[in-house]
């Protein structure tokens, strides 16, 4: 049995039942629409291969200090199905060449550590538009998810660096983090929790990433796809900010 992403549905737990969530990974309210999504995601964790917080194509880079020296990089040779693969279907939400998209979680580790690295791609190659998508396959992603598409959609999207902070900071959310989190940055509450609960295009979102991520077997996050076509891959040979520049300019140019 594969996962269907479009049985996610609309609903979600109050204030406290999803705080909750975010502590146990379960629905406290039985019987809601909530309820439903979180065990097929169950199932989905089992049957689609695995899923799961993983090494990033490249290791963590301190500032842009490129470990490869010039020559090094320059006589990399990139091949598909080595440093990169096909990917197709993804939605650029807009966004025009050139552009990446990255596939991530807030709670994982790498990719709280791969931030900086996107920083300094982002720094080092300003024409790029970066779109984000929160992963929403595993059980335990959803509500975290619905977080990230409901900040989105309030325009809150900044929000996203300090949340990947606070996640690495606290390991695990309390009520109390997200309820002083959402309170120092003056989120309306009310607002987030009534788009989080009503918002139809929050359910589009979370169904397009598992979508995404299901039919091109992205078994794992950050995942970083180039133009909405090529996936950068784990490699020994990326292995420095440079390495990877050259490997997203090279892309670029096909």
Not at 116 to 132: A, D, K, M, N, Q
């Amino acid at each position: 049995m594969s996962f269907n992403p479009h049985l996610i549905k609309r609903g979600c737990p109050d204030a406290i039942t999803l705080f909750k969530l975010l502590i146990t990974g379960y629905i406290m309210k039985a019987g809601t629409l909530w309820l439903k999504p979180v065990k097929l995601l169950a199932v989905a964790s089992i049957s689609w291969l695995m899923v799961a917080c993983s090494e990033p194509a490249t290791p963590e880079i301190d500032g842009e200090q490129a470990t490869n020296s010039p020559t090094t990089v320059a006589t990399l040779q990139f091949e598909q199905d080595k440093h990169y693969r096909l990917v197709e279907n993804i939605d650029a939400e807009d966004a025009r060449p050139p552009y990446l998209i990255e596939y991530f979680w807030f709670g994982c580790q790498h990719c709280q550590r791969f931030e900086p690295v996107l920083e300094s791609i982002l720094l080092r190659r300003p024409e790029l538009t970066l779109v984000r998508k929160h992963a929403a396959v595993a059980r335990h992603w959803q509500t975290d998810a619905r977080i990230f598409y409901t900040l989105q959609q309030m325009n809150l999207e900044h929000l996203t660096k300090p949340l990947l902070e606070l996640y690495s900071e606290k390991q695990q959310l309390t009520p109390v983090d997200l309820q002083q989190f959402l309170t120092s940055h003056q989120v309306d509450q009310a607002q987030f929790f009534d788009i989080a609960e009503n918002s139809e295009q929050v359910v589009v979102k979370l169904q397009q990433s598992a979508s995404e991520m299901q039919n091109n077997e992205i078994g794992g996050v950050p995942a970083l796809v180039v133009n909405g076509r090529y996936l950068i891959l784990p490699h020994a040979d990326i292995n420095s900010l440079e390495a990877y520049l050259a490997l997203i300019d090279h892309l670029l140019a096909k």
